[in-house]
């Protein structure tokens, strides 16, 4: 086991930036290190310090290795989407541009209308420490993407989305363009989550390898191993011929509140699609598909899906790209859970077929075990999931 999570960084309880290891780096029932993804309780023990929030913590906003983000008071309708930039804020650009078209009060509620671009302050500020050597990096939460609403972080003086720096010292700023439906937020909704990585933690082809055969991480013999990641496929065989493969979001349909838990039918607002040999993706339409893997993340570590790959296609296949510890995990059996793709095509029509590559999970490990697992652990909407829409919906 020490040559599969390798063992020469591990440290000693509590985990403190420089602590070097003991001769054996174990710590009670787990392993510690200096670097990797923060888990759970460290992030629960950097609010109030680091991640210094606007309003109390809410219930539910920890994830086993992320932190919800929550939305402000209010939200800026822009002319277009923009970086601010190694020599200005956020607000700095915005009033340097005159960008700001419509000031939107959130704290009663407000459409986000399809079509048009947002940004809104967020309640979480950021303390970064350099010699902590943390960096975060967000993704659209799964219920988020799976509404095609493009959500992104940014931050004064970044050059990157969804990245920020370490010894970043300030506000937390969502873009949001919904995209396929308007959306009803509010003060509080969550659309975005953030992770903290410590250091560059390293896995390598070798180590996943070992990690996919002690653990299965994908239940296909012949996986795809690349680096630190593992292709997924799409299935369009579903169970069979006329079985359920996929849904297509359908056009000019009401408003989805994102803080509403099933209370949409689904047929007003999808169309379903049915097993066949292939697909063909129309540019500017929706489609929610799953692969033919299901997937198994370990309770030591976490995933992330790219979003977008040219190497396969010109189409975006997944919004949402953070998978969580205990993803699909069970100790007693190797069922897993299949991942949902959100797929849209760039600029031409393209064809899919059954089996093909859609992209790659990219597995790293985590400091530690975290104290809460995906799944029982938080009663997680998607755990042990075939192909699902988000939770705001219901069959009819």
């Known amino acids: 086991m020490t040559d599969l999570i390798g063992g020469r960084d591990r440290v000693s309880a509590p985990m403190l930036p420089h602590v070097l290891p003991d001769a054996t780096g174990e710590v009670g029932d787990g392993a510690q290190f200096t670097t990797g993804v923060l888990p759970y309780q460290r992030l629960e023990s ?102 095609d609403v493009f959500t992104r972080v940014i931050t004064d003086y970044a050059t990157e989305f969804d990245r920020v720096a370490r010894g970043y010292r300030g506000r937390l700023y969502a873009e949001v363009s919904p995209r396929t439906f308007s959306v009803l937020v509010r003060r509080g909704s969550r659309l975005a989550q953030l992770r903290f990585r410590r250091g560059t933690p390293p896995l390598g082809e070798e180590k996943l390898r070992q990690l996919h055969n002690e653990h299965r991480l994908v239940d296909t ?5 690349r680096g630190n990641t593992v292709a997924l496929t799409l299935d369009l065989e579903g169970a069979g011929p006329g079985s359920l493969v996929g849904y297509r979001a359908r056009r000019n349909t009401g408003v989805v509140d994102v803080d509403c838990r099933g209370g949409l039918e689904a047929s007003l607002f999808w169309e379903p699609i049915h ?52 993803f699909g995990w069970s100790a007693d059996d190797g069922a897993g859970a299949q991942a949902v793709l959100e797929v849209r095509s760039h600029e031409v029509p393209f064809l899919l077929e059954h089996g093909q590559i859609m992209g790659r999970l990219a597995f790293e490990r985590l400091t530690e075990r975290p104290s809460v697992l995906y799944g ?9 999931q075939s192909l699902a829409l988000s939770k705001h919906f219901h069959a009819g």
């Not at 013999?221 to 191993?225: F, K, L, M, Q, R």
Request: glycine content about 10%; hydrophobic content about 40%.
């Open 46 to 147: 950097l609010i109030g310090s680091t991640i210094v929030p606007d309003d109390p913590p809410a219930e539910g906003q920890l994830q086993p290795a992320s932190l919800d983000l929550r939305l402000g008071d209010v939200a800026w309708r822009v002319r277009s989407s923009f970086l601010p930039g190694p020599r200005s804020s956020v607000e700095g650009k915005l009033a340097e541009t005159a960008g700001i078209m419509h000031e939107i009060d959130l704290a009663g509620g407000a459409v986000l209308e399809r079509g048009c671009v947002y940004i809104i302050p967020l309640q979480e500020c950021l303390r970064l420490k350099p010699q902590d050597e943390l960096a975060g990096f967000v993704n659209p939460k799964s219920s988020v993407g799976r509404l």
């Open 221 to 225: 013999v012949d996986a795809s191993i």
């Open 275 to 326: 097993a066949a040999a292939n697909l063909i993706l129309n540019p500017d339409e929706f489609h929610i598909l799953a692969t033919r893997e299901r997937v198994r993340v370990p309770p030591d570590h976490a995933a992330e899906m790219a979003a977008y790959d040219t190497l396969v296609g010109e189409f975006r296949v997944h919004y949402a790209g953070f998978f969580d510890p205990g």
């Open 376 to 384: 029982a652990d938080l009663g997680s909407h998607y755990q042990g």
